[in-house]
Structures are given as structure tokens and as C-alpha cells.
């Protein structure tokens, strides 16, 4: 029974062999966690468990060799311009690994800053430009006076979902025939004053600018869950059984 290097909020073993244990990979723990959005990963796990999963979470930080093919779940937290442009820089190296694990299809959940990296580029209030990885086509800008903050609320193609945001980044889509917004607001801003929607929608993909964190909301939690099992029972192999 190996050991590994494990996420701060907790592992029960590392187990490759079990078809029930489910592998998670934080991406940058240590360092993207504002607004308390390692409770999105709580909140999985707390469902996966009584699902009958056991879940092994790992702290994928700087340097870390990390391959997406290992992992059910994918998750990538917000944070602040500073340790977004820390990040950022070793991120570059994952570039590949993420670009095909998202392109066939598997769970990954981004949230503000983790959202931001994942498009080409954050451009902050300080004039400096971020590098993201490129790997979906939008963009992050920083525009005067505009904040964004507060509770927000929008619906989903899961129902109506109530979260808190409070980013300076305004995110815009740039090809709109790939990506689809993850909702319609009814209450705040999402990704931008203009466009009246929250996050981002692509194959299992979902990036949004809720903390609170998002998957109190249980209808969102309960469709990634779902997700991650699917996932988790093709990644070993199992075969579905109708009934
Ligand atoms: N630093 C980014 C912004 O202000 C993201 C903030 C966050 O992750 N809450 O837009």
C-alpha cells in the first residue's frame, strides 16, 4: 500500500487497483484557494463517499509531474493576480496533458482565477498580461471601475444555482459556436457586465466565477458527481450493465 503525496484536505489511500476508489487532481491547492473553494471538493467527496467511492485527492503544485489520464475529476480553484502569475508560469507544462483530457470529454471544474488560466490570456489592472494555457478560446480583461462583486444567482440546465463572485477579470467567449455559457443570470455579474451569463460550458468542462463555494448547490454537485463516476467506470475498464 503506497503512499503518495497527498491534498491538504485529506486522502484515505492510494489505491490503483480499486475499481472504488476515485482519483481527484487539485490542481494547485496550496496556492488557488480563495473563498473557501477547496469546499467543492469537500462537498464531492462527502457525495462520492456515500455513493460507496472512496476518493484520493492529489496537491498537483509547482513542479509536480502530473498526467490527467490518472484522474476521474479535475478541479482548479480561484486566486489572486499574484499567484495566478506564479502559477501560470508552471502550468505551461500540463498544457498537453489537460488539452486531451478535456478534449475527450472528462470532468474538469475551473473556478474564477483556475477559469481565467484556462483560456489564452488574463490581462489585470496592473497592465500586466497573464498567459493562460490556450486551451479554450476566450479571454480576460481587466476594465476600470468595475469590480465585480457580490451574491450572484443564475440558471443552469440543472436549476437554479446561488453563489458569491468577487473577481476583477471580465471574461469574453471568442468562439461561441464551441463554448456555451454555464448560465443565464438573474442576479450579479458572471463573466462580464455585457453578455448577462455566468461561466463556461465545454463537453464536461465547467468553468464559473462562483465561490461559496459553488457545489452547495447540489444540483450542480450531483451532476459533476455524476460525471466523475462515469468517468471513473470507463477509466477502469468497467462495463455498465443495463438492466
Ligand atoms: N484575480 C482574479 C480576478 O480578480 C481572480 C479572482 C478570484 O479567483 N477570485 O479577476
Request: glycine share 10%.
Given at each position: 500500500l503506497g503512499y503518495t503525496k497527498t491534498s491538504k484536505i485529506g486522502q484515505i489511500r492510494d489505491d490503483n487497483m480499486s475499481d472504488k476508489l476515485i482519483k481527484i487532481a487539485y490542481l494547485y491547492e496550496d496556492l488557488m484557494n480563495t473563498y473557501g473553494d477547496s469546499g467543492d471538493v469537500k462537498i464531492l467527496r462527502f457525495l462520492l463517499k456515500r455513493e460507496g467511492y472512496d476518493t484520493q485527492v492529489d496537491n498537483i503544485s509547482l513542479g509536480d509531474d502530473f498526467n490527467a489520464e490518472d484522474y476521474d475529476f479535475v478541479f482548479f480553484g480561484g486566486g489572486q493576480d499574484f499567484e495566478q502569475t506564479v502559477v501560470a508560469k508552471d502550468l505551461t507544462r500540463h498544457k498537453e496533458t489537460l488539452e486531451k483530457?478535456?478534449?475527450?470529454?472528462?470532468?474538469?471544474?475551473?473556478?474564477?482565477?483556475?477559469?481565467?488560466?484556462?483560456?489564452?490570456?488574463?490581462?489585470?489592472?496592473?497592465?500586466?498580461?497573464?498567459?493562460?494555457?490556450?486551451?479554450?478560446?476566450?479571454?480576460?480583461?481587466?476594465?476600470?471601475?468595475?469590480?465585480?462583486?457580490g451574491d450572484t444567482r443564475y440558471m443552469t440546465e440543472w436549476g437554479e444555482v446561488k453563489a458569491f463572485e468577487n473577481h476583477s477579470g471580465q471574461t469574453y467567449f471568442d468562439n461561441t459556436d464551441k463554448l456555451h455559457p454555464l448560465g443565464d443570470m438573474i442576479?450579479?455579474?458572471?463573466?462580464?457586465?455585457?453578455?448577462?451569463?455566468?461561466?463556461?460550458?465545454?463537453?464536461?468542462?465547467?468553468?464559473?466565477?462562483?465561490?461559496?463555494?459553488?457545489?452547495?448547490?447540489?444540483?450542480?454537485?450531483?451532476?459533476?458527481?455524476?460525471?466523475?463516476?462515469?468517468r471513473h467506470d470507463q477509466r477502469v475498464g468497467k462495463k455498465e450493465v443495463n438492466e
Amino acid at each position: 500500500l503506497g503512499y503518495t503525496k497527498t491534498s491538504k484536505i485529506g486522502q484515505i489511500r492510494d489505491d490503483n487497483m480499486s475499481d472504488k476508489l476515485i482519483k481527484i487532481a487539485y490542481l494547485y491547492e496550496d496556492l488557488m484557494n480563495t473563498y473557501g473553494d477547496s469546499g467543492d471538493v469537500k462537498i464531492l467527496r462527502f457525495l462520492l463517499k456515500r455513493e460507496g467511492y472512496d476518493t484520493q485527492v492529489d496537491n498537483i503544485s509547482l513542479g509536480d509531474d502530473f498526467n490527467a489520464e490518472d484522474y476521474d475529476f479535475v478541479f482548479f480553484g480561484g486566486g489572486q493576480d499574484f499567484e495566478q502569475t506564479v502559477v501560470a508560469k508552471d502550468l505551461t507544462r500540463h498544457k498537453e496533458t489537460l488539452e486531451k483530457y478535456i478534449g475527450e470529454g472528462n470532468p474538469m471544474l475551473c473556478i474564477c482565477g483556475g477559469y481565467q488560466l484556462m483560456g489564452s490570456y488574463y490581462k489585470t489592472n496592473s497592465g500586466v498580461t497573464i498567459k493562460g494555457l490556450d486551451i479554450l478560446p476566450l479571454h480576460t480583461v481587466f476594465k476600470a471601475d468595475k469590480r465585480m462583486i457580490g451574491d450572484t444567482r443564475y440558471m443552469t440546465e440543472w436549476g437554479e444555482v446561488k453563489a458569491f463572485e468577487n473577481h476583477s477579470g471580465q471574461t469574453y467567449f471568442d468562439n461561441t459556436d464551441k463554448l456555451h455559457p454555464l448560465g443565464d443570470m438573474i442576479e450579479g455579474y458572471g463573466n462580464n457586465p455585457q453578455d448577462k451569463k455566468e461561466g463556461v460550458r465545454y463537453r464536461n468542462f465547467i468553468g464559473s466565477y462562483s465561490h461559496g463555494p459553488l457545489l452547495k448547490n447540489v444540483n450542480v454537485a450531483n451532476a459533476i458527481m455524476e460525471m466523475i463516476i462515469a468517468r471513473h467506470d470507463q477509466r477502469v475498464g468497467k462495463k455498465e450493465v443495463n438492466e
